[in-house]
């Protein structure tokens, strides 16, 4: 059984359009997380959720809206796409958002805008 | 604020020779340190943590880490290299909770 699962694996696309992915974890976490990783592998946390209230949200344009419509679940929705959207796209969930707790991480979804 | 420094972008190493990765963190509270491992296309995988426990720390695949607080270090050992330790390393820093600061990773190559 997939723990984080995040659909779909590669979203390819123009600029301008608007694109959702999915994630949902089945291991009863409070708190989910969306990650960005740039072409130099470097990763950057986007948003935070604790039991579907947003905890943290970074400096992301507001052309990207998470919604979580149940603990379980953290959707990532861009608007008006553009060229330096492109990357992969992580989704992760932790137990209660403690300092000390595991994140665990979805596969990834790697998105191309052309 | 919380941050960690990566000090190597890329090791490469022969199979069955020791493997260092360097790490170092700023932190204002007690943090707790992660070290993760990302395998090509994959997602990450928690390879160890520290959490004001014990100070060396050991996690899967023979890795383990010491914190040292003096040296505000918390870097990553195995006494063998094998290929398939080959793949980009993260190590982490979380002092609050709901946020984890991620190094730049170091890719680590494995030479047969």
């Known amino acids: 059984d997939t723990a984080v699962s995040q659909t779909p694996k590669y979203l390819v696309t123009q600029m301008g359009n608007d694109k959702s992915i999915k994630c949902e974890q089945n291991?009863?976490?409070?708190?989910m997380y969306w990650y960005k990783q740039d072409s130099k592998k470097f990763l950057k946390i986007m948003f935070s959720?604790?039991?579907?209230?947003?905890?943290i949200n970074e400096t992301v344009p507001n052309r990207f809206s998470p919604k979580s419509p149940d603990k379980a679940h953290l959707n990532l929705h861009i608007n008006s796409l553009e060229l330096g959207d492109s990357a992969v796209y992580f989704c992760?969930?932790?137990?209660?958002?403690?300092?000390?707790?595991?994140?665990?991480f979805g596969p990834g979804t790697r998105l191309t805008v052309l | 604020a919380q941050s960690v420094t990566q000090l190597d972008s890329h090791v490469s190493v022969s199979e069955g020779t020791p493997v260092l990765l360097r790490c170092n963190y700023s932190?204002?509270?007690?943090?707790?340190l992660f070290w993760y491992v990302q395998h090509p296309n994959k997602g990450l995988q928690l390879l160890l943590k520290?959490?004001?426990?014990?100070?060396l720390v050991k996690g899967i695949n023979g890795f383990e880490a010491e914190f040292k607080k003096s040296e505000t270090s918390f870097h990553l050992t195995k006494p063998s290299a094998h290929m398939s330790d080959a793949a980009e390393y993260f190590c982490?820093?979380?002092?609050?909770?709901?946020?984890?600061?991620f190094g730049a990773g170091t890719r680590l190559t494995v030479k047969p």
């Open positions: 992760a969930s932790s137990e209660a958002g403690g300092s000390t707790d595991t994140q665990y």
């Open positions: 291991l009863g976490h409070d708190t």
């Open positions: 959720y604790n039991n579907k209230e947003l905890i």
């Open positions: 932190s204002s509270y007690s943090p707790s």
């Open positions: 520290y959490t004001s426990a014990a100070t």
């Open positions: 982490v820093v979380s002092d609050r909770s709901n946020d984890m600061r």
